[in-house]
């Protein structure tokens, strides 16, 4: 099985601190309002505060009752309310009713505003704007990161995804500075350019340096707080020796990061670190593997039944009882931490082993006498019964998942899938998606196919593309007109007409000039295609394993297992080559396909290899990780001897970057 270490591998930091000191930090700030207050907690923070502090913790600091933050105020009747939120506007505009209200009805109570993980300026100016501005007190509650396993801290910020490498929105006035970058200043400040209920057309010099338009090419109000959540890690695991990194996102993230550090004058000078090596990655860099499929057992249980916060809520089809139960899904579970990584084909085999494992256990009670079965039943009982469990659950669920994967046409996807990503029967693939839309099978899945199928032959020629959306829209509603629109603009779902083009004259110029100017002439092609080049960066990385007979999932020998032995995660793979290479040399021209802003730099502490610390890599993935990516570096780690850490701003799949698109706003 996969999860067979070859060598020794370094343990994981202990990330129990940073539970602890968010825990201590939000004890302070609702201790900043003494005596009695009901809690009103934003959605997406909910489950988040659930890891950091349940609901006893707060009933011990004076929290009354808790309340949901929805569209219709909740009726409390607590003279003090404490409201701990993400910094939005619209939420702004929620707890501006609320004391607008009691205004109203000349009801006195003292209002407290907790932010996590920080304050946007917007914000401050839509209380201001609803007049209350001076009603509430607001503090930060500088929650960055959340440890969802021994190996995967999550900032829990899906939305960072469609706010950096989709939004496009005027920048603020009153924050504009001539001459200055000002991405690069909203970010230090931590302002929330995108949602200023202010806009104001931009000075000539600045509009000329964003090209024009007066736009940024995407939301950096939460770089500072990746910034921000570098520098804690440094602090307390760091310093770390070497910064690889490949991205626009990730390169202001590093910099902004090391400025931080300057300015803290090092704090994590002099300590031994625990981590060496960094690898900060923007999703943008690698959609295929987040388009593809998922095979590792992990990754189906996310897309079957969506992991939330590193828990799952299996329902009465899996349970076989009426009732649904919460499960967290961690090294601490000694089944899930077993299968977790292999390969779902695997699976099956291993849990029917456990069970006759576990029964034999269980057996062992009938030649007992009267004093071994007191230290069976005190000292082993309670943890076989948990382990049963366990047990139960996983293979409900797995059978849940082969009911819904059948009735999908599962295998059919998966070949089509395949043939897309070895460039093989492109036609017959583009059938199967065409008679997937018309079945109405799913249109999340119809969605993922077509944007899987663009990204790997470098858009869609004119004619497929008018028919594929053309069909999408009469079989899921013309609702999604406005998803087509930001498929293209992240260039998920492209045409190929002007890239064709640029290709064909690119291929004609290339063969007048040199080597080096050819280069230069692809490079300017390329920015103005928008082509993905997967094709060409595939054959330079090796991305599809040539096989001599059947792929072995039980055994595997590469990466690739997680998709069946058929492609190698290209996130993964640059990952490795950079680490083995200790920086980007000979990887030149993957990187001008790419068309990747990198950089690889030294950190503050000395590199010495056998250190456990430099065979640690903390692995940052901007815009989402998926299951299958940690599944595949996890295999790296055992195979190489290191230990990889996962920092994400959220766990993605492709369902969740198909429904970040679909997504609409008010």
């Known amino acids: 099985m996969a999860s067979t270490a070859r060598r020794d591998v370094p343990e994981p930091p202990d990330f129990g601190i940073l539970k602890r000191l968010a825990r201590d930090q939000l004890i302070y700030l609702l201790e900043q309002l003494p005596g009695r207050k009901d809690l009103f907690i934003e959605a997406d923070l909910m489950s988040p505060l659930d890891r950091i502090a349940n609901v006893s913790i707060l009933k011990q600091h004076e929290v009354d009752k808790l309340y949901k933050v929805e569209s219709r105020p909740a009726l409390s009747t607590s003279d003090q309310l404490c409201f701990l939120v993400r910094p939005r506007v619209k939420t702004m505009k929620y707890i501006a009713d609320i004391v607008n209200a009691d205004k109203m009805s000349g009801r006195s109570r003292k209002y407290k505003i907790i932010f996590s993980p920080q304050k946007f300026y917007a914000c401050e100016m839509v209380l201001e704007e609803e007049g209350v501005f001076g009603d509430v007190t607001c503090d930060e509650w500088s929650f960055y990161l959340l440890p969802l396993d021994e190996d995967i801290i999550s900032m829990e910020l899906p939305e960072f995804f469609r706010d950096y490498f989709l939004s496009s929105q005027p920048l603020a006035a009153g924050l504009c500075c001539p001459g200055v970058d000002f991405a690069w200043r909203a970010a230090r400040m931590g302002c929330g350019a995108s949602t200023s209920p202010h806009t104001a057309p931009l000075p000539g010099p600045l509009q000329s340096s964003l090209g024009g338009s007066g736009h940024l090419e995407g939301d950096h109000r939460w770089i500072n707080s990746v910034a921000r959540a570098l520098q804690l890690l440094n602090s307390l695991y760091g310093p770390f020796s070497r910064a690889y990194g490949i991205g626009r996102c990730?390169?202001?993230?590093?910099?902004?990061?090391?400025?931080?550090?300057?300015?803290?004058?090092?704090?994590?000078?002099?300590?031994?670190?625990?981590?060496?090596?960094?690898?900060l990655m923007d999703r943008d860099t690698d959609y295929v593997t987040a388009l593809c499929s998922q095979m590792v057992y992990e990754g189906l249980v996310d897309d079957t039944f969506r992991i939330k916060c590193g828990s799952v809520d299996f329902g009465p089809e899996v349970t076989s009882s009426d009732k649904s139960i919460k499960v967290l899904l961690n090294a601490q579970d000694k089944v899930f931490s077993q299968i977790r990584n292999e390969h779902f084909s695997s699976v099956f085999g291993f849990l029917s082993q456990k069970s006759r494992n576990l029964?034999?256990?269980?057996?062992?009670?009938?030649?007992?006498?009267?004093?071994?079965?007191?230290?069976?039943?005190?000292?082993?009982?309670?943890?076989?019964?948990?382990?049963?469990?366990?047990?139960?659950?996983?293979?409900?669920?797995?059978?849940?998942?082969?009911?819904?994967?059948?009735?999908?046409?599962?295998?059919?996807?998966?070949?089509?899938?395949?043939?897309?990503?070895?460039?093989?029967?492109?036609?017959?693939?583009?059938?199967?998606?065409?008679?997937?839309?018309?079945?109405?099978?799913?249109?999340?899945?119809?969605?993922?196919?077509?944007?899987?199928?663009?990204?790997?032959?470098?858009?869609?020629?004119?004619?497929?593309?008018?028919?594929?959306?053309?069909?999408?829209?009469?079989?899921?509603?013309?609702?999604?007109?406005?998803?087509?629109?930001?498929?293209?603009?992240?260039?998920?779902?492209?045409?190929?007409?002007?890239?064709?083009?640029?290709?064909?004259?690119?291929?004609?110029?290339?063969?007048?000039?040199?080597?080096?100017?050819?280069?230069?002439?692809?490079?300017?092609?390329?920015?103005?295609?928008?082509?993905?080049?997967?094709?060409?960066?595939?054959?330079?990385?090796?991305?599809?394993?040539?096989?001599?007979?059947?792929?072995?999932?039980?055994?595997?020998?590469?990466?690739?297992?997680?998709?069946?032995?058929?492609?190698?995660?290209?996130?993964?793979?640059?990952?490795?080559?950079?680490?083995?290479?200790?920086?980007?040399?000979?990887?030149?021209?993957?990187?001008?396909?790419?068309?990747?802003?990198?950089?690889?730099?030294?950190?503050?502490?000395?590199?010495?290899?056998?250190?456990?610390?430099?065979?640690?890599?903390?692995?940052?993935?901007?815009?989402?990780?998926?299951?299958?990516?940690?599944?595949?570096?996890?295999?790296?780690?055992?195979?190489r001897g290191c230990r990889f850490i996962f920092l994400t701003t959220a766990v993605t799949s492709s369902g969740r970057l198909m429904e970040a698109m679909a997504e609409t706003r008010a």
């Open 250 to 279: 990730a390169k202001m993230c590093y910099e902004l990061w090391r400025e931080l550090e300057e300015e803290s004058e090092g704090d994590s000078q002099g300590r031994k670190p625990e981590i060496g090596n960094i690898f």
């Open 359 to 639: 029964q034999a256990q269980y057996d062992r009670r009938r030649g007992m006498d009267i004093k071994q079965m007191k230290n069976f039943v005190s000292q082993e009982l309670k943890g076989l019964k948990q382990e049963h469990r366990l047990l139960s659950l996983h293979i409900g669920a797995c059978e849940s998942i082969m009911k819904k994967k059948t009735k999908q046409d599962f295998q059919e996807m998966i070949k089509a899938e395949h043939s897309l990503l070895e460039g093989f029967d492109i036609r017959e693939s583009t059938s199967f998606i065409e008679e997937h839309i018309d079945r109405q099978v799913s249109p999340i899945e119809s969605l993922r196919l077509m944007c899987l199928l663009s990204i790997t032959e470098n858009g869609l020629n004119p004619k497929d593309y008018r028919s594929l959306k053309t069909q999408y829209l009469q079989s899921y509603g013309p609702e999604h007109l406005l998803t087509f629109h930001n498929l293209k603009r992240i260039g998920l779902l492209t045409e190929q007409a002007a890239g064709e083009t640029l290709t064909a004259v690119e291929n004609r110029v290339s063969k007048l000039v040199t080597d080096r100017a050819a280069g230069k002439i692809t490079d300017a092609f390329n920015s103005l295609a928008r082509k993905s080049n997967f094709r060409a960066i595939s054959k330079k990385l090796g991305l599809i394993p040539r096989l001599d007979g059947e792929y072995d999932l039980k055994m595997p020998r590469d990466m690739a297992y997680v998709f069946s032995g058929a492609y190698t995660p290209l996130s993964c793979k640059i990952i490795e080559q950079v680490l083995e290479r200790r920086g980007w040399q000979g990887l030149e021209e993957v990187l001008r396909l790419l068309n990747g802003t990198e950089f690889s730099e030294a950190g503050a502490a000395e590199a010495s290899p056998g250190r456990d610390s430099q065979r640690t890599v903390l692995a940052v993935f901007l815009g989402g990780c998926t299951c299958s990516e940690m599944a595949a570096l996890r295999f790296l780690g055992r195979e």
